[in-house]
């Protein structure tokens, strides 16, 4: 049993040092996920070695090693819980006509509870509509929508990288791009709120760093912080919202936060982990909504399965300039900066 304890801890210490490695490949990028089951991990391992003592000195070692693990792995994941200092304030005032209230949604592709989906938008109401991994068939499915949400952005594919995208706030200015590859759209647009203020929304779902869909994280980091870029140079409130296929924790979604100085809503709340659905131990978040340092939160939920392997996730925002100097807003210090320009000047061909 010693044994078994001894290369299980190993294997756990050497899982949370393997992403302080900043390479692309996938190996390096995918073990910044399950920071949480490391840590569930971590804590068992060290409830076991308190009931088989440690004799040897390697297995003190080992055993001082989880320690100090363990007390990284809670530093990591504190921020994300609810004693976390808030990245963003609560709205003071009830929802009104300077909020707006979005919904994402994974529906995977092959899935085909679209009454589920159907049912939700009714239940959420939000004003905005995003989801992604949908083809022709999806389009065909949730259009029944079409005159509660008549500003619309279509993007329908077969690969899996397909977007449609529903309003009833009105649109200007939206525009469908393939930041990094020819295959992989996002959208970019302009809302108006009910109060008349305009904001700019980028839609994203990039490819995740895994061996089936791309072996590094090279194109998927350089889209998130093109996106990040433009963020901050934009001059109205800015919303990003997507599937991003990264946990909020990665160091390449916290140089994103920084490049951009858009807020995280979830920390300081929870988790609010939207993948995988079906696998209660294996759960990221990896569906967000991030935006700029002029909004409040109004409210934060995820929400009830629909079939897909990714929980669907509802936001409702409020603009209200006064709270920008409560906010927390990440700021990019010079190796954040040269770190952003290499990722995004990488090439991503090879």
């Given at each position: 049993?010693?044994?078994?304890?001894?290369?299980?801890?190993?294997?756990?210490?050497?899982?949370?040092?393997?992403?302080?490695?900043?390479?692309?490949?996938?190996?390096?990028?995918?073990?910044?996920?399950?920071?949480?089951?490391?840590?569930?991990?971590?804590?068992?391992?060290?409830?076991?070695?308190?009931?088989?003592?440690?004799?040897?000195?390697?297995e003190k070692v080992v055993f001082a090693a989880l320690i100090l693990n363990f007390f990284y792995l809670v530093y990591q994941v504190f921020p994300f819980t609810i004693f976390g200092k808030k990245q963003i304030v609560s709205a003071a005032s009830p929802a009104d006509d300077r909020n707006i209230s979005l919904l994402i949604a994974n529906v995977y592709q092959d899935n085909r509870e679209s009454d589920s989906y159907l049912k939700l938008i009714k239940k959420c109401n939000p004003d905005v509509v995003l989801m992604v991994e949908t083809n022709v068939w999806w389009q065909q499915q949730i259009d029944v929508i079409g005159a509660d949400y008549p500003h619309q952005l279509k993007i329908p594919l077969e690969n899996t990288y397909g977007m449609i995208f529903y309003s009833r706030l009105a649109l200007r200015n939206g525009s469908v791009n393939y930041l990094v590859k020819e295959d992989i759209p996002s959208i970019e647009a302009e809302v108006k709120l009910k109060n008349g203020q305009w904001v700019k929304l980028h839609c994203l779902h990039p490819e995740p760093p895994?061996?089936?869909?791309?072996?590094?994280?090279?194109?998927?980091?350089?889209?998130?912080?093109?996106?990040?870029?433009?963020?901050?140079?934009?001059?109205?409130?800015?919303?990003?919202?997507?599937?991003?296929?990264?946990?909020?924790?990665?160091?390449t979604t916290e140089l994103f936060g920084k490049i951009s100085g858009l807020l995280d809503p979830r920390r300081g709340r929870g988790f609010f982990n939207s993948f995988n659905a079906k696998y209660f131990f294996l759960r990221f978040p990896l569906d967000h909504i991030f935006c700029s340092p002029d909004f409040a939160l109004s409210g934060i939920k995820r929400m009830e399965s629909c079939g897909s392997d990714h929980f669907p996730m509802c936001v409702n925002l409020q603009f209200n300039p006064k709270v920008e100097q409560l906010n927390e807003e990440p700021v990019a210090d010079q190796d954040d900066l040269a770190l952003a320009q290499e990722k995004l000047t990488a090439d991503t061909e090879s």
């Open positions: 049993m010693q044994q078994a304890l001894f290369y299980i801890s190993l294997i756990v210490i050497l899982f949370t040092l393997v992403p302080l490695v900043r390479h692309d490949f996938w190996i390096f990028r995918v073990f910044e996920y399950p920071r949480l089951q490391k840590l569930v991990l971590n804590v068992v391992l060290l409830i076991l070695h308190l009931v088989y003592l440690p004799i040897e000195v390697i895994v061996p089936q869909e791309n072996p590094r994280s090279t194109e998927r980091d350089k889209e998130i912080l093109m996106v990040g870029k433009s963020a901050k140079d934009c001059e109205l409130p800015v919303i990003v919202m997507g599937d991003l296929n990264d946990v909020a924790w990665s160091y």
